[in-house]
């Protein structure tokens, strides 16, 4: 009899205890999903210092206040793989600023100085893309300027811009820096006269809108890895250029005594680069004496829409497409440059 009966409570027993399991399963709260959002990282966690700039944007967006700020396709945070790097993009048309017909991303020192105060702007960078579109005859054709010093008063001119330019079909590019002279007188006369880093400088040129002089030897290519320092301290510059494999270059340039007065002859390089538009003024003999002065870098295209037969230095018939940014970006006709370190703060005794 006990087995009889033993036999018909246990799978009563099962039955009862699995539904009990079932319920007190159901009462259990469910576990939430935990969904980890990607950290958004910003320009100003890369390069500390961009609470000291302002920025202009290719397509006119302008910040005063850049920490925790980006805009895509223009100034964001990209990595390579390894490193993060600022992201400075620009297309060869868009809105740029007022004193200039040539489309930038660049950030702007909000502080200014005199030359005889000095400061000091340091870079470490590699350009990714020029435009492919351009008139080989024009200087300024397939260039970017990734490091500026640049006039706030007087004629506003610039007695530094460093370039980038590689012509399309090359694997190599040059960099070269520019001195603008600030002009006695009447400002339309004034020039640049370019000096070579690695490759050639400014005013070597296309025989027409579609040839290309040889490849420099000691070019640099897209991607590959420079840095710069401009150092002006009680009114010398002092620029240092570096990249591995490549030889370390100095250079010298007073902004308070020009080299370029009414007493000295005009440069070979002006007379032959500047004769098609009649630019052949002097400078003041005190140069960029007395004038307050700011830092800029990023990327400033010099590859612009307008007709080379105007002005066979600085108009370089690039393609815009109308204006057409996203259709710029899609052909090739822009420019694009990326920083992983920079640094601003005083001028310093140049070492010895």
């Not at 057409?324 to 005794?349: H, L, M, R, S």
Request: hydrophobic residues 30%.
């Amino acid at each position: 009899m006990i087995t009889k009966i033993t036999k018909f409570i246990t799978p009563a027993l099962l039955t009862l205890c699995f539904a009990i399991s079932l319920n007190s399963c159901k009462d259990k709260p469910k576990k939430e999903s935990t969904i980890v959002e990607e950290k958004v990282v910003y320009p100003s966690d890369i390069i500390p210092f961009m609470d000291e700039f302002k920025i202009l944007c290719g397509d006119g967006k302008s910040y005063n206040d850049l920490v925790d700020v980006k805009h895509d396709n223009f100034f964001y945070v990209e990595n390579d793989g390894t490193t993060d790097w600022v992201v400075y993009k620009s297309p060869n048309s868009g809105v740029t600023s007022r004193t200039s017909s040539n489309t930038r991303t660049e950030l702007g020192q909000k502080k200014e100085w005199l030359p005889d105060t000095g400061g000091k702007l340091t870079g470490t960078l590699k350009v990714m893309h020029v435009s492919t579109s351009g008139d080989a005859r024009v200087a300024a054709s397939y260039a970017v300027v990734v490091g500026q010093i640049h006039g706030t008063e007087g004629h506003e001119n610039e007695p530094l811009k460093i370039f980038y330019k590689k012509f399309p079909g090359h694997t190599k590019g040059s960099v070269y820096w520019n001195y603008e002279i600030n002009t006695e007188g009447d400002n339309s006369k004034r020039w640049d006269y370019s000096t070579a880093v690695w490759g050639y400088d400014m005013s070597v040129i296309g025989d027409t809108p579609t040839s290309y002089p040889e490849e420099p030897k000691d070019g640099i290519t897209l991607g590959e890895e420079f840095s710069y320092e401009i150092n002006v301290y009680k009114g010398i510059m002092y620029l240092t250029f570096k990249s591995e494999g490549h030889e370390t270059k100095t250079f010298t340039k007073s902004l308070i005594k020009t080299d370029f007065g009414k007493s000295k002859e005009l440069p070979e390089q002006i007379k032959t680069l500047y004769a098609s538009i009649g630019r052949d003024g002097s400078e003041r003999e005190n140069a960029y004496a007395g004038e307050l002065q700011n830092f800029k870098q990023g990327a400033y295209n010099q590859t612009n829409g307008k007709d080379p037969e105007e002005n066979m230095v600085w108009h370089t018939g690039s393609e815009t497409y109308d204006g057409d940014i996203n259709k710029q970006y899609k052909k090739g006709c822009y420019t694009e440059v990326w920083f992983k370190e920079a640094t601003v703060g005083a001028g310093t005794p140049p070492e010895e």
